[in-house]
C-alpha cells in the first residue's frame, strides 16, 4: 500500500517528464523534416551539383515500376525488380550529371533531323532495330515505326505517347552523350616518338641464359625479421594502388541460432495430416479439397507406373478408387504426403499432334471457331493439314513445322487441349477452345495403352512451431543480452562463431548469411567496434552480431594489410639471403644454389612474361641493361633471385611509324568512354547515399 501511495504522489512528476521527453521527440521531428514538413524531402544522394531527393527518386522509380505492370499486364512486380529500376532510376541521375550536363554546357545537342534520321533514316539506332523487326522475316519494318509513333502521338493512349517520348528522349541522350565521348577521343593521339619507342621495344630481341633459386625452396623459419621491418616496407609502399581502400568496409563476428522442428512439432503436424486423410476420404469435392489444404502448386493429374511419386509408388499403384494412402515422409521436402486415387483409365502415356491455332480477338470465340470449322473442312477435302497450318495457324512456334508440337506426355499442355488430344483418335481432327485461342488438333501418333492412376496428392511441409521459434529467439535474446565487446568471442565459441568480412555500406548480402540488408544497415549504424545487435531473424535462424572491425576509405593501416606486407617482406629477406656471396658468373651461381642453367630465346622489353619463369618485369628490365656477353648481379624477381647472361641482343629496323601510331591512338580511344566516365564522375562529385534510405 505504501508503494502504490508513493507513485500516486509522484505521478505530477511522471506526467512532466514524459511530457519533455516527448516534445523532445517532435522538436526533433520537426527540424529534422524540414521545419515542420512532416515526411519532407530527405537528401538520397547528389550528382553534380543537383541534390536528389528521396521523394523525387522514389517517384521516378515508382513510374517506371507502373510502366512495366501497365506494359505486360502484371499487377506485381518480379522479385528484385525494384532493386533493378532503382539502380537504373540512379545511372540515369549519374548520367545526367557526368555526361548530359556537360555536353549540354559545350553546345552539344541532337537536332530533330538527326533524331528522326535514328528511326527513318539511314544511321537507324540499334534499339530502334531491336523493338521494330518483324519477327516472321526477321526483317526491319520503317514503315511499322512511323505507324507505331503517329498512333501513339496522335492517339488517345496517353501512356503510349509517354512510352514514346520517352524512347525518343533516350535516343537523343545516346546520340549525345556519342558525340561527347567521340570529342574528348578526338584529343587523344600519340606522337611520332611514342610509336618509335614502342617499335624499338617490340623490335629489339635479346637471348638469354638464366639460372634461378626459387623463393619456395627457402624455408620461412629460415629467415628473420621484426617489427620495424614491416613498417619500413609499410611506409615505402602505402601509396601504392592496392594499399588504398576504395570503399569503408566493416567486418562482423556473428552467431546463428537455428530454428528447427523439434519432435513435438513433427508430432503436430503428424496428427494433422492423419486427420486430413480421413476428411480426404469422405470428401467428394477431391480438387477443391486439394486446392484448401495442399502445398501452392499442388494438383491433381494422372501418373503412370513410370512416373509416380518415389515415395508413394509402393502405395498407390495397388490402391482402390477412392482409396487414400499414407501419411508418407518425404526427407527431400520436409513433408508428409497423402495421396487419393480418384480414377484409373487405360490410355496412351504419350502423343505426337499437330494444331492450328486462331487466337480470339475481341472476346469473339465464335468467329474464331467458325474461322476453325472452315480450315477443317478445307483439310477434310484433301488439302494437307501442314499447308493449311504454315499458311494461317497463329502460333509462330509450331507454323513453320506445318503445326506439328512433337511428342507430349499427359498434363504439359494447357487442360481443354490436353483432355482433347488424349481423347482424339489417330488421324482425327477435333477443335477445342483453350485460353491460347480455338484449336484444330490432328493426333499423328499415340503410344500403346497403359494404367494411368487420377491422384490427388497433399502434403504439409513440418515446419517449427511459434514454441519452437519462441524459444530459439529467447536463446538468441538473452545471447545478445549477456555478450559484451570483451566476452562476445568467449561465449560465442561454444556455439560456433563466425565471420563476415569486407562489407559495404550498399551491400545487400552478407558472407556466408546470405540476403541481410538489415544487418548491413545495422553495422553501418552502430558507430564502434564491439557493438552486439539484437537478434535477427533471417530465414530459419536467428543471428546475433558483433561489430568486430571497421577499415576506412583510403590508406589502410599496416594493421590491415599485414598479412601482405610480411610476405613480401619475407620475400625480401630470403631474396637477400639467396643473393649473399653471389657475383655476377652465372656457372658459379648455378653452382652455389644447385640449380640449371637455362635458356629463354626472343625476349622483347614489351613481353609481360619470360616463357617459363612468368611475369617477371624486374627481370626484363634488367636483361636490357646488359650487352651481349655481359652477366647481371643477382636480380630480385618476383618469384626468385637471377643471374642472367646475354648471349644476343638485336634490333630490327624501325618502319611504318605512322601505322604503328595509328594503333596507339586506337588503344588509347578505346579506352575513352570508361576511363571518361570515371574521371568525369570523380569531377561531379557524385555522392551515394541510398544505402541510408534502403
Do not use: C
Request: charged content about 25%.
Amino acid at each position: 500500500m505504501a508503494i502504490l501511495t508513493e507513485i500516486r504522489n509522484r505521478t505530477l512528476l511522471v506526467i512532466t517528464v514524459l511530457g519533455i521527453a516527448l516534445l523532445g521527440f517532435i522538436v526533433s521531428d520537426y527540424f529534422a523534416n524540414g521545419g515542420g514538413q512532416q515526411g519532407g524531402p530527405q537528401t538520397l544522394g547528389k550528382a553534380g551539383s543537383k541534390d536528389i531527393t528521396n521523394q523525387e527518386f522514389e517517384a521516378k522509380v515508382q513510374d517506371r515500376i507502373e510502366q512495366y505492370k501497365q506494359q505486360t499486364g502484371n499487377l506485381t512486380t518480379p522479385a528484385g525488380m525494384t532493386d533493378q529500376v532503382r539502380e537504373q532510376v540512379w545511372n540515369e541521375f549519374e548520367e545526367e550529371a557526368i555526361l548530359v550536363a556537360p555536353a549540354k554546357s559545350l553546345g552539344i545537342d541532337v537536332s530533330p533531323v538527326e533524331l528522326t534520321d535514328m528511326f527513318q533514316g539511314q544511321n537507324i539506332h540499334p534499339a530502334v532495330i531491336q523493338n521494330f523487326t518483324n519477327p516472321q522475316t526477321g526483317q526491319f519494318d520503317k514503315s511499322a515505326v512511323a505507324q507505331f509513333r503517329n498512333q501513339a502521338l496522335e492517339g488517345d493512349d496517353e501512356n503510349a505517347a509517354r512510352q514514346w517520348i520517352n524512347f525518343e528522349q533516350t535516343l537523343k541522350k545516346t546520340k549525345a552523350t556519342s558525340k561527347y565521348y567521340n570529342l574528348i577521343s578526338k584529343g587523344l593521339y600519340a606522337t611520332k616518338a611514342q610509336s618509335e619507342m614502342a617499335l624499338n621495344e617490340q623490335n629489339q630481341k635479346a637471348d638469354i641464359l638464366y639460372t634461378v633459386k626459387r623463393y619456395n625452396t627457402v624455408s620461412d623459419a629460415d629467415v628473420s625479421y621484426d617489427e620495424s621491418d614491416l613498417e619500413t616496407y609499410y611506409n615505402e609502399h602505402k601509396t601504392d594502388k592496392s594499399f588504398y581502400q576504395e570503399n569503408e568496409e566493416r567486418a562482423i563476428e556473428y552467431v546463428a541460432f537455428q530454428i528447427v522442428p523439434t519432435s513435438e512439432d513433427t508430432t503436430i503436424i503428424l496428427n494433422n495430416i492423419n486427420e486430413l486423410k480421413q476428411k480426404f476420404s469422405n470428401t467428394t469435392e477431391d480438387t477443391l479439397f486439394v486446392q484448401s489444404y495442399a502445398s501452392k502448386g499442388a494438383q491433381i493429374k494422372y501418373y503412370t507406373q513410370r512416373t509416380y511419386p518415389i515415395i508413394l509408388e509402393q502405395l498407390v499403384k495397388d490402391a482402390s478408387v477412392g482409396q487414400v494412402v499414407g501419411p508418407v515422409f518425404d526427407p527431400l521436402k520436409g513433408t508428409y504426403n497423402i495421396a487419393k486415387v480418384t480414377n484409373i483409365k487405360t490410355a496412351s502415356d504419350s502423343v505426337k499432334a499437330s494444331h492450328i491455332l486462331v487466337r480470339i480477338q475481341n472476346n469473339d470465340t465464335a468467329r474464331a471457331q467458325a474461322k476453325i470449322d472452315s480450315l477443317k473442312g478445307l483439310i477434310e477435302t484433301g488439302i494437307p493439314f501442314e499447308i493449311i497450318a504454315k499458311q494461317t495457324s497463329e502460333d509462330p512456334g509450331s507454323k513453320e513445322n506445318g503445326g506439328d508440337l512433337g511428342w507430349f506426355q499427359e498434363g504439359q499442355m494447357i487442360k481443354p487441349f490436353n483432355d482433347a488430344a488424349f481423347a482424339s483418335k489417330v488421324g482425327a481432327l477435333t477443335s477445342v477452345v483453350s485460353s491460347a485461342g480455338v484449336h484444330l488438333i490432328k493426333v499423328t501418333e499415340k503410344t500403346d495403352v497403359l494404367e494411368k492412376r487420377l491422384l490427388a496428392i497433399i502434403d504439409k511441409k513440418v515446419e517449427p512451431s511459434s514454441a519452437t521459434i519462441e524459444n530459439a529467439y529467447n536463446k538468441a535474446s538473452a545471447f545478445s543480452i549477456n555478450a559484451t565487446a570483451e566476452n562476445f568471442q568467449e561465449k560465442a565459441n561454444a556455439l560456433g562463431i563466425k565471420l563476415a568480412t569486407n562489407i559495404k555500406e550498399a551491400d545487400k548480402q552478407v558472407q556466408g548469411i546470405g540476403e541481410a540488408r538489415n544487418i548491413v544497415k545495422w553495422i553501418y549504424e552502430s558507430q564502434e567496434v564491439g557493438a552486439v545487435s539484437e537478434p535477427f531473424e533471417l530465414d530459419n535462424r536467428f543471428i546475433v552480431a558483433n561489430l568486430s572491425e571497421i577499415t576506412p576509405k583510403g590508406v589502410r593501416s599496416l594493421e590491415a594489410v599485414q598479412d601482405v606486407v610480411e610476405a613480401e617482406v619475407i620475400k625480401s629477406k630470403k631474396a637477400e639471403k639467396i643473393s649473399k656471396g653471389i657475383t655476377a658468373d652465372i656457372t658459379a651461381a648455378s653452382s652455389s644454389w644447385s640449380s640449371s642453367v637455362d635458356t629463354a630465346k626472343g625476349i622483347s622489353f614489351s613481353s609481360f612474361a619470360i616463357p617459363g619463369l612468368g611475369n617477371e618485369f624486374n627481370v626484363i628490365g634488367s636483361v636490357y641493361g646488359l650487352e651481349n656477353g655481359q652477366t647481371s648481379s643477382p636480380i630480385q624477381g618476383e618469384y626468385g633471385v637471377y643471374v642472367v647472361k646475354m648471349l644476343n641482343k638485336t634490333q630490327s629496323p624501325v618502319s611504318n611509324t605512322s601505322g604503328h601510331k595509328n594503333i596507339l591512338e586506337g588503344m588509347y580511344q578505346r579506352r575513352v568512354q570508361q576511363g571518361a566516365y570515371e574521371a568525369l564522375k570523380d569531377v561531379a562529385g557524385v555522392e551515394d547515399a541510398r544505402s541510408k534510405f534502403y
